[in-house]
């Protein structure tokens, strides 16, 4: 059952506040994926205190430090259950989980962040990682 | 900001690795922990060998991954657990 709307529009707010799009419809999903070129972070938002409330800060962090993707979008687990299903379809070899966080360039998965290594760690531990992964993918050539 | 259930012990929530004694293991989100039972929730499990896969093949893939869930809720009881890991903490 969901959250009461209430409750969770401001963890909705901690991704949109710094730019993410909110995909809520499954039509959403497709018409964000559907634009290829380039690199897009797609982050699974959930209300888990014991991972959530680290993964917010930490993908905010992980963006102030940069390099930043080209499109930002985030789905959220338990409220928007078609869209995460949806999106969840562009990324089925990985179990479902949330908060996840997935990196694609050009249309390819080429990095994905599963709950399992977001909970337990501090914000700074969850940016560092997610840096290293746009370091290797957003970064532009040289 | 989140939900939190401090009461249910540090591991409330954390996906953990839950070798038992024997051929078992069992990945799952720690629902609780105490003297008596550890609780997980949407877990894994599998045995020494099955599919052909060890343990270990079976917990490194999981910590690369994730677990496809096989249970919604399983209660190990705590006389049986060898040991219990944070997922998250397992090399990949």
């Known amino acids: ?142 | 900001m989140g939900t939190f259930h401090q009461d249910k012990g540090e591991l409330h929530g954390i996906t953990v690795v839950v070798d038992m004694e024997g051929d078992r293991v069992y990945v799952g989100r720690c629902w609780e922990m105490n003297d008596r039972e550890v609780v997980l929730l949407d877990a894994d499990e599998h045995a020494d060998g099955e599919d052909g896969r060890s343990k270990e093949e079976f917990i490194r893939r999981a910590a690369e991954v994730g677990v496809w869930k096989k249970h919604d809720r399983v209660v190990l009881p705590a006389a049986d657990v060898a040991s219990v890991t944070r997922l998250g903490d397992v090399e990949v």
């Not at chain 1, 897009?40 to 993964?55: D, I, K, Q, R």
């Not at chain 1, 917010?56 to 078609?82: K, S």
């Open chain 1, 1 to 142: 059952m969901p959250y009461d709307n209430l409750l969770v529009q401001p963890m909705r707010e901690e991704l949109t506040a710094i730019g993410f799009k909110e995909l809520l419809t499954p039509t959403d999903v497709d018409e964000f994926m559907a634009e290829e070129s380039g690199t897009s972070l797609l982050v699974v938002n959930s209300v888990c205190g014991c991972a959530a409330g680290m993964a917010r800060p930490g993908v905010r962090l992980a963006l102030q430090q940069g390099p930043t993707p080209h499109r930002l979008a985030t789905v959220f687990a338990g409220q928007d259950v078609e869209a995460v299903a949806q999106a969840r379809g562009y990324f089925s070899d990985y179990p479902p989980s949330s908060p996840s966080m997935a990196l694609f360039r050009d249309g390819e998965l080429v990095h994905f962040v599963p709950r399992h290594r977001i909970e337990g760690r501090t914000a700074v531990e969850v940016a560092n990682d997610l840096v290293k992964a746009l370091q290797e993918h957003c970064a532009p050539a040289t």
